[in-house]
Structure formats: C-alpha cells, structure tokens
C-alpha cells in the first residue's frame, strides 16, 4: 500500500485567521467564501473503501484488565481482557486484512494509571510508537500536568521510525509558550491529509474545549476554540484544497459527536473519544453498550456520517470500514474488538477442557469479541517497565476490611458498596487530606480527582497511585464560611451542566451539607455545617475558615471558581505535600480503612429529582 501524508502546519492559525478566530468571525468568512456551496465529488472517481482501526481513552492503562466478568456460551467467565501489547496485535493484524488502512487514536493517551504516576508518559509515548498511529487528537486529560508536560510528551511521541501526526484544530497554543515556542516549531496541526493509493483523506482533530479548560491545565493564554465553527472551518479549507474524503479525530464525547455530525456539512466519519463510550451488540456478553457500531446519522447534507468510539483502558480496537461512492460514503460496517485472553476461570478455578472449548468457540462466533495474544515485542517492553509497578505492588501499608467505594450522586452504585447514597472513598480521602494538613478546619476534594475503587484485602502503594495518580500537592485555603457555601455551589454546577463534568461535584470531609439538585443555580446547597470541638455546627457565614484541597481545583479547575478567587487574593499556602504521599503516610498510621459512619459524610442527603 502506498501511503504519505501532508500537515497543516501550524498548532495555531497563522495572518488573521490567529488574531481574530472568534465565532462570529467564522460565520462571517463562510459567508464570503460560500462554505456550503461546495459540492461533494459523486461517483467522478472510483468506488474506494477505507478501513481504520481506533482506540481512545487508555489513560496509561497499558497492562491487562485483570479478570472482568463476561457471559460467554451461557456462564459468566471471568477474564483478562486489554493491555496494549494486545492492541498492537489486533491492529498489526487488521492492517493485513485491508488494502486502504488508518491507525487513529482520539485521545487521552495519558494520566490514569500507575504506568502515568511513575513515568509520566513516557511508557505510553513508547508504545504508542511502536504502533505508530496515524494520527492522534489531543484529549483533555493530556494538559493535566500542563502545556511543558504536553510538549514533552508529544516530542516522545516522535522517532526516526515513526511520525505521528497530531491534531487538533481548535487549540490555539500563544507563540512563546511550550506548545508553540516559534512560529516554525509545531507539535500539533489543525489537520493531516493522507494519501492512499490516490484517494486523499483529510483528518480534522477536534478538542473538548470547556472541559479541557475546566477540568485540566492548559495555560491562561492557550485558547480552547468552540469546535462546532472550528469544525465547520476547516472543513471549508479542506474542500477549497480539493480534499472530500473527511474525518473529524475528536475527544469530544458520543453524544457531542451525534450531534455535531448534525450540524455540519460534508463531514464522512468521526472518530471519537472521552466518553468512554462502548458501542456495539454487548448484550450478548453482558455488558451494557451505549449505541450501535457504528452510529450512522446525516449530516447537513443529508449525506451518512459513520461515528464510533472504543471504549477505554485499552480493551477495545475499533474496526470501521468505509464505502465511499466518489467523496460520499454509501455505507458503513465493522466492529468492535474487545480484546480478550486465553486464562479464562470460574468461581477461581480454571474450566475444563470441554468447556473450555465451547467459551472458545463462543468467542470465534462473537460480533464483539476477539481472542488475541499479546506481541512479543510490546509484551517485552511492557515487563520491562512492569518492574518497578511490581515492587511497589509487593509493599502493603494498611488492611480494608470492606470494599471502599467512590460514587457521585445519579451514578449507579455497586451492590456490594450497600445502599447509602455517599461515597465512603471520597470521605477516606478527604479525612486523610485533613489529617495530613494538620492546620485545616474542613477538606474538600472533586469527585473526578479519586479515579478508582479500593476492594477489600490488604492495600498496596501501587494501589494509592492509581487512586490518585496526578501531580498534586495540598493547598491550604482562607476562607469566609459563605465562599465555601459559594464554592460548593460553583462544584455543583459545573457537574451538571452540559460540557461540564460529574467529576466537579464536591465530596469532604469535617463538612457536611444538604443537595437539592432540583433548585436554582446557587441554591443548592443548604444546611451547612461543620464539625468542631467534637460536634457539627453551623457554619457561619462571616467565619474564617482553612480549607485543605488538591492545587488542581485550588486553581478553579473542574467549575470551582471561587477557589481561584481566594488564589487570586493572595489567602492560601502550598504544603508542598504530595497528595498521593498524603494518603499514603495516614494509611500507615490507620493501619486499617474502615467504611466511615454515614453522618460524617459531606452529602448528608440528595434530591435529584421533582
């Protein structure tokens, strides 16, 4: 197959274009450029079919799931599915099967896992070059140890080897500053264009721009464009360049990208990501899928767009494969792969032959799963930064006797976490901040900052990384008793409205209040109190109070604004204490987590619903 591919070069736009990007003055350039009166190609060229393998979401998950449940000939099996070794298997595969063949990945490649925590994306830099994809769009998650960092990583994406393009359209990085240090020195492009056998397809990348600027940390000066004009822009400049053949790359979200195909013309395929959403006939196995695969809709055209995602954590390889007629597609087919091992059990003890082969010959029927080993070279790779995760793994510094678990309100919770609607492991965090901080009053913590389950049994180091596996330190807060009712309020908010996220939603711990979901914006939150001198008071409104919280929303990140406010005034102190460090150090002197009393819990009651 005879591939190349041409950059739009340029992280940031370049004349006018990146003086004056602005919405209204988009619209107003697709008036005078006529953007809709472009026509797509029909059937002047030959029929031609694409195919594309597509991950997203992996979060430096790059070992295996270790036995998830799945139903397979009619038993639940446990299993081990994903890790990227298997990814680059499936995908080296798929790539023979097709004459015409894309590697794209839609983004949030890093933070997640202890893979992140302990090489800060470099593991995952090296493995993604050695799938070398075809291009990847930058997730939010990936400005989570800001622009310097994803400078780095995206440099690390880069060998003599392999050249990954990177996309995104709607980011616009200020000249001088780690993204775009000059003019000349790129990391990323609004869009790449291949070229197969002939046939040129143009891939637009598209970020999430109220969550990145929210909920991550890109510099105050790098600009997060709206993605629907953003989108709508460069498909112009595609078209003007003779390209039909469109890809919008997103980390968007599945329901964002249903209805931005909506809204735009000419666009075929979209390949998307932060949702984390599986599609395909899952319920087969088991699992609850989030739509079909692949989501066919019409853009404003009234032309197919084909959408898809696959899933998270390096489980699943999407295979989509595209008939166009001309520059138009006719139809869409493919699958999802959900990566599976060979190690399968039941109820802890290995299956016998004989069923064992009927769950095989499942497997080899199924539309949704595939049995895949590992490649060697990836596997190789993988151990040899697997060393230092299992001595940290080995060093255990406290005992649960029940299944902690985290929880935010509207999400469905475990059978096994019981029936109180709090999130035991959000109120452990928060007590460990406040017992660590030794001068604050109350902790407060975001929801999406605690990113797993603790199960019962003994709890390991390598555990708390993957709890809390960002970079940051505890930050003490002065504050008056009504910023805090006012900060609770802005949490609330943001984890509600739409581009928001539920990772907003506040959890603490020697605070605890009443939610109305119901109410008005800034009238959620009522009953507030605290816990002092062995007893919960009112809070007062006019009082003095140290809040301890993570610097990442101590910043106003993830909708707490009024945080950045009290930052701003000058009312806070960085402890320089690690957070991970924080829990690891109170779970020593624990020694043992239980599940806290439910009246310690910051959500004392919830009305989500008239």
């Given at each position: 197959?005879?591939?190349?591919?041409?950059?739009?070069?340029?992280?940031?736009?370049?004349?006018?274009?990146?003086?004056?990007?602005?919405?209204?003055?988009?619209?107003?350039?697709?008036?005078?450029?006529?953007?809709?009166?472009?026509?797509?190609?029909?059937?002047?060229?030959?029929?031609?079919?694409?195919?594309?393998?597509?991950?997203?979401?992996?979060?430096?998950?790059?070992?295996?799931?270790?036995?998830?449940?799945?139903?397979?000939?009619?038993?639940?099996?446990?299993?081990?599915?994903?890790?990227?070794?298997?990814?680059?298997?499936?995908?080296?595969?798929?790539?023979?099967?097709?004459?015409?063949?894309?590697?794209?990945?839609?983004?949030?490649?890093?933070?997640?896992?202890?893979?992140?925590?302990?090489?800060?994306?470099?593991?995952?830099?090296?493995?993604?070059?050695?799938?070398?994809?075809?291009?990847?769009?930058?997730?939010?998650?990936?400005?989570?140890?800001?622009?310097?960092?994803?400078?780095?990583?995206?440099?690390?994406?880069?060998?003599?080897?392999?050249?990954?393009?990177?996309?995104?359209?709607?980011?616009?990085?200020?000249?001088?500053?780690?993204?775009?240090?000059?003019?000349?020195?790129?990391?990323?492009?609004?869009?790449?264009?291949?070229?197969?056998?002939?046939?040129?397809?143009?891939?637009?990348?598209?970020?999430?721009?109220?969550?990145?600027?929210?909920?991550?940390?890109?510099?105050?000066?790098?600009?997060?464009?709206?993605?629907?004009?953003?989108?709508?822009?460069?498909?112009?400049?595609?078209?003007?360049?003779?390209?039909?053949?469109?890809?919008?790359?997103?980390?968007?979200?599945?329901?964002?990208?249903?209805?931005?195909?909506?809204?735009?013309?000419?666009?075929?395929?979209?390949?998307?990501?932060?949702?984390?959403?599986?599609?395909?006939?899952?319920?087969?196995?088991?699992?609850?899928?989030?739509?079909?695969?692949?989501?066919?809709?019409?853009?404003?055209?009234?032309?197919?767009?084909?959408?898809?995602?696959?899933?998270?954590?390096?489980?699943?390889?999407?295979?989509?494969?595209?008939?166009?007629?001309?520059?138009?597609?006719?139809?869409?087919?493919?699958?999802?792969?959900?990566?599976?091992?060979?190690?399968?059990?039941?109820?802890?003890?290995?299956?016998?032959?004989?069923?064992?082969?009927?769950?095989?010959?499942?497997?080899?029927?199924?539309?949704?799963?595939?049995?895949?080993?590992?490649?060697?070279?990836?596997?190789?790779?993988?151990?040899?930064?697997?060393?230092?995760?299992?001595?940290?793994?080995?060093?255990?510094?406290?005992?649960?006797?029940?299944?902690?678990?985290?929880?935010?309100?509207?999400?469905?919770?475990?059978?096994?976490?019981?029936?109180?609607?709090?999130?035991?492991?959000?109120?452990?965090v928060s007590q460990a901040f406040?017992?660590?901080?030794?001068?604050?009053?109350?902790?407060?913590?975001?929801?999406?900052?605690?990113?797993?389950d603790l199960p019962a049994g003994?709890?390991?180091?390598?555990?708390?990384?993957?709890?809390?596996?960002?970079?940051?330190?505890?930050?003490h807060l002065e504050m008056t008793?009504?910023?805090?009712?006012?900060?609770?309020?802005?949490?609330?908010?943001?984890?509600?409205?739409?581009?928001?996220?539920?990772?907003?939603?506040?959890?603490?711990?020697?605070?605890?209040?009443?939610?109305?979901?119901?109410?008005?914006?800034?009238?959620?939150?009522?009953?507030?109190?605290?816990?002092?001198?062995?007893?919960?008071?009112?809070?007062?409104?006019?009082?003095?109070?140290?809040?301890?919280?993570?610097?990442?929303?101590?910043?106003?990140?993830?909708?707490?604004?009024?945080?950045?406010?009290?930052?701003?005034?000058?009312?806070?102190?960085?402890?320089?204490?690690?957070?991970?460090?924080?829990?690891?150090?109170?779970?020593?002197?624990?020694?043992?987590?239980?599940?806290?009393?439910?009246?310690?819990?910051?959500?004392?009651?919830?009305?989500?619903?008239?």
């Amino acid at each position: 197959m005879h591939r190349t591919f041409f950059s739009q070069a340029g992280g940031s736009l370049s004349g006018l274009v990146r003086l004056v990007f602005t919405s209204s003055w988009l619209l107003g350039l697709c008036l005078l450029t006529a953007c809709s009166s472009t026509i797509k190609q029909q059937a002047s060229e030959p029929d031609f079919t694409l195919a594309i393998a597509h991950i997203n979401d992996h979060h430096s998950n790059l070992a295996p799931k270790q036995q998830i449940s799945l139903r397979l000939a009619g038993d639940f099996i446990d299993v081990e599915v994903g890790g990227f070794p298997r990814v680059a298997a499936k995908i080296a595969t798929l790539e023979q099967q097709h004459e015409h063949f894309l590697k794209l990945h839609a983004g949030d490649a890093i933070t997640g896992d202890l893979y992140y925590s302990l090489f800060h994306g470099d593991a995952d830099a090296h493995m993604m070059r050695e799938v070398c994809f075809d291009a990847f769009v930058i997730g939010n998650h990936e400005f989570d140890d800001g622009d310097a960092h994803l400078a780095h990583f995206l440099t690390a994406l880069q060998s003599d080897d392999c050249r990954t393009p990177v996309v995104s359209a709607n980011i616009q990085a200020e000249i001088g500053t780690p993204l775009a240090e000059t003019e000349q020195w790129e990391l990323f492009s609004p869009y790449v264009i291949h070229e197969l056998e002939g046939h040129k397809v143009g891939i637009i990348g598209l970020t999430i721009a109220t969550k990145t600027k929210q909920s991550s940390q890109p510099l105050p000066s790098t600009l997060l464009l709206d993605e629907v004009e953003t989108a709508r822009y460069y498909i112009e400049k595609l078209q003007q360049r003779g390209i039909g053949k469109i890809i919008l790359l997103t980390h968007y979200g599945y329901d964002n990208d249903i209805a931005l195909a909506q809204q735009l013309p000419e666009v075929d395929v979209i390949v998307g990501g932060d949702s984390h959403s599986l599609l395909g006939n899952f319920s087969e196995v088991g699992l609850t899928p989030d739509g079909d695969y692949p989501t066919v809709v019409t853009n404003l055209d009234g032309d197919p767009v084909c959408i898809v995602q696959g899933k998270d954590y390096s489980q699943v390889v999407g295979e989509l494969i595209v008939h166009f007629s001309g520059d138009t597609v006719s139809h869409c087919e493919g699958r999802p792969h959900l990566l599976v091992g060979t190690n399968f059990n039941q109820n802890d003890e290995a299956l016998s032959d004989e069923h064992e082969q009927r769950v095989r010959a499942f497997i080899q029927q199924s539309d949704t799963l595939s049995l895949v080993e590992p490649d060697d070279r990836l596997q190789q790779l993988l151990e040899s930064y697997s060393v230092r995760i299992d001595e940290l793994a080995a060093e255990t510094i406290a005992y649960i006797p029940q299944r902690l678990c985290r929880m935010d309100p509207g999400v469905a919770r475990e059978e096994s976490c019981g029936e109180a609607i709090q999130s035991d492991l959000h109120s452990v965090v928060s007590q460990a901040f406040l017992t660590q901080s030794r001068h604050a009053d109350i902790a407060l913590q975001n929801g999406g900052g605690v990113r797993t389950d603790l199960p019962a049994g003994q709890l390991s180091i390598a555990q708390v990384y993957q709890l809390l596996p960002f970079s940051n330190t505890l930050f003490h807060l002065e504050m008056t008793g009504a910023e805090i009712k006012q900060v609770l309020e802005d949490a609330i908010d943001y984890s509600q409205i739409p581009g928001g996220s539920a990772g907003g939603y506040p959890h603490g711990a020697g605070i605890r209040f009443d939610v109305d979901l119901t109410a008005a914006a800034n009238e959620r939150v009522s009953q507030l109190e605290v816990f002092q001198q062995g007893e919960w008071q009112l809070m007062d409104h006019q009082q003095s109070y140290i809040v301890v919280t993570n610097s990442f929303i101590a910043s106003g990140q993830d909708g707490w604004a009024t945080f950045a406010d009290v930052m701003e005034s000058g009312r806070y102190q960085d402890t320089y204490i690690n957070y991970a460090q924080a829990f690891i150090d109170y779970a020593r002197q624990q020694q043992v987590l239980e599940r806290p009393d439910p009246s310690m819990h910051s959500t004392r009651r919830i009305r989500l619903t008239n």
